[in-house]
């Protein structure tokens, strides 16, 4: 129950286009989700979050759409650059326990010029 | 704002050497945590403070492993003896609860190969 699955695992997007990753989770007490970029040799950096109160939540070029009822949420990259090109974690925590966050797998996204 | 700091960078060693690793928090922050991160198992949370007192220690996977923060500025976590399965990468991290939410700031990970 408190694990996040993540796919897909790796992911290739030629410049310009959406990259979408997909996360799922069983916790239904989880209520917050950020997403993580890591570029290699770096730790993981906060890009986006959302919580359940919305549906979608966009910051420029990154969009989390969100869906309560499936538990599921994704990352849409639009016109995705070759500096995107990392690992993108999703990860859930619960509302009394932010610290204890969760992460999926891990996908690697390489957006070809 | 420096972020979060850690050191070493590299670390190789020998099995059954002890390795410290140390760690500094952003400043003002009152969150720590240690993570190792693998490629079979990913980022997983060995333990975490909250002004400097250790709230769980869950993750940690074995007596061989201890952290301790004596102060709000430093922190370390210590292998002894070291094994070869205990090659990652590890990130320390910090979070200020009322400053940033729920951001979890990472530092750039310390390497850590056990020949």
């Known amino acids: 129950q408190q694990q996040v699955k993540q796919s897909p695992q790796s992911l290739i997007v030629q410049k310009g286009g959406i990259s979408i990753i997909n996360c799922a989770y069983e916790n239904t007490a989880f209520d917050y989700f950020p997403w993580y970029q890591q570029f290699p040799g770096k730790g993981p950096a906060l890009l986006i979050a959302i919580r359940p109160d919305v549906s979608e939540k966009k910051e420029g070029r990154f969009t989390i759409s969100f869906n309560k009822s499936a538990k599921q949420f994704s990352l849409h990259i639009m016109d995705s650059q070759p500096g995107d090109s990392a690992t993108y974690f999703c990860?859930?925590?619960?509302?009394?326990?932010?610290?204890?966050?969760?992460f999926g797998t891990g996908t690697r996204l390489l957006v070809s010029p | 704002d420096a972020g979060v700091i850690q050191s070493p960078r590299h670390e190789v060693t020998e099995m059954g050497q002890e390795v410290t690793l140390r760690c500094k928090p952003i400043?003002?922050?009152?969150?720590l945590f240690w993570y190792r991160q693998t490629m079979m198992r990913g980022l997983e949370l060995l333990i975490y403070f909250n002004n400097n007192v250790p709230i769980d220690d869950s993750g940690m996977p074995e007596d061989r492993f201890s952290a301790k923060m004596p102060n709000a500025s430093f922190s370390t976590l210590k292998i002894q003896p070291s094994e070869p399965r205990d090659s990652a990468v590890y990130f320390c991290?910090?979070?200020?609860?009322?400053?940033?939410?729920?951001?979890?700031?990472f530092g750039e990970g310390s390497w850590l190969t056990v020949v």
């Open positions: 400043s003002g922050h009152d969150y």
């Open positions: 991290a910090s979070s200020g609860s009322e400053n940033s939410g729920n951001t979890i700031y």
């Open positions: 990860a859930a925590s619960i509302k009394t326990g932010f610290q204890k966050l969760v």
